[in-house]
């Protein structure tokens, strides 16, 4: 449960302004990165559902939700944009908690040659003000361009709209915890898919090869 003081304190933040509410403190590093390291696909056309998460305790395996929960974030994915796309701002999918931007119901995003980005915050018209206590962020659907074999990096970063004083990940009480948050990073791979002429091959050399074994076998011994 959250204090009154630090109610009044989130409901100052208002619609736009992303402020410092109180001082950073010295916490364990925070990690906002993909649920994978690396994503397949055969080659132009095929989709991707990369998961973009946030980690409060990384010295451990899991995915831990911050401490006191989220009341605000805003993140930005990059990739070449001539080897991915989206399609619309359908492709990008905060979660439910995080559909708010200030006091206005739907989240901020933004899309664009080469980003996906999305910032918001918890519902503010209830009290007490509930944070996220999930790590689940965002999902975020891409198309790839690319033919294999081929790579190309998906990065992250804050999402920034309003200048360099703008504070983008605050928790439950208020903290800004931008200065202990670290991005990952992730890569998708287009491998393409064998020809088929080559599948039929393989094919009929694994059938010789059984008929091959079987004759053997049924030879009779010396």
Same mark, same amino acid.
């Given at each position: 449960?959250?204090?009154?003081?630090?109610?009044?304190?989130?409901?100052?933040? &208002?619609?736009?302004?992303?402020?410092?509410?109180?001082?950073?403190?010295?916490?364990?590093? +925070?990690?906002?990165? $993909?649920?994978?390291?690396?994503?397949?696909?055969?080659?132009?056309?095929?989709?991707? =559902?990369?998961?973009?998460? +946030?980690?409060?305790?990384?010295?451990?395996? =899991?995915? !831990?939700?911050?401490?006191?929960?989220? $009341?605000?974030?805003?993140?930005?994915?990059?990739?070449?944009?001539?080897?991915?796309?989206? !399609?619309?701002?359908?492709? +990008?999918?905060?979660?439910?908690?995080?559909? $708010?931007?200030?006091? !206005?119901?739907?989240?901020?995003?933004?899309? &664009?040659?080469?980003?996906?980005?999305?910032?918001?915050?918890i519902r503010q018209q209830t009290s007490p003000l509930e944070p996220y206590g999930g790590s689940l962020l965002a999902k975020i659907t891409l198309t790839n361009l690319a033919t294999g074999p081929d790579s190309y990096p998906l990065r992250l970063e804050f999402f920034r709209t309003v200048g360099v004083n703008e504070q983008f990940f605050l928790d439950g009480a208020g903290t800004v915890l931008d200065s202990q948050i670290e991005f990952g990073q992730a890569e998708i791979v287009v491998i393409p898919e064998p020809p088929t002429w080559v599948l039929l091959g393989l094919a009929a050399l694994g059938l010789a090869w059984s008929r091959t074994g079987a004759r053997k076998s049924d030879a009779p011994e010396q």
């Open positions: 449960m959250l204090s009154v003081r630090a109610v009044l304190r989130l409901l100052a933040w &208002g619609a736009v302004g992303y402020c410092a509410l109180t001082p950073t403190s010295a916490l364990a590093q +925070i990690t906002v990165s $993909f649920d994978q390291p690396k994503y397949f696909v055969n080659g132009p056309g095929d989709q991707v =559902e990369v998961s973009v998460l +946030i980690d409060g305790l990384d010295s451990t395996p =899991e995915f !831990d939700p911050v401490r006191r929960g989220l $009341f605000s974030f805003a993140v930005r994915t990059t990739f070449d944009g001539a080897k991915a796309k989206l !399609d619309t701002a359908d492709d +990008i999918d905060p979660v439910p908690e995080l559909t $708010f931007f200030g006091f !206005d119901t739907g989240a901020f995003e933004s899309l &664009g040659l080469g980003f996906a980005a999305v910032k918001g915050n």
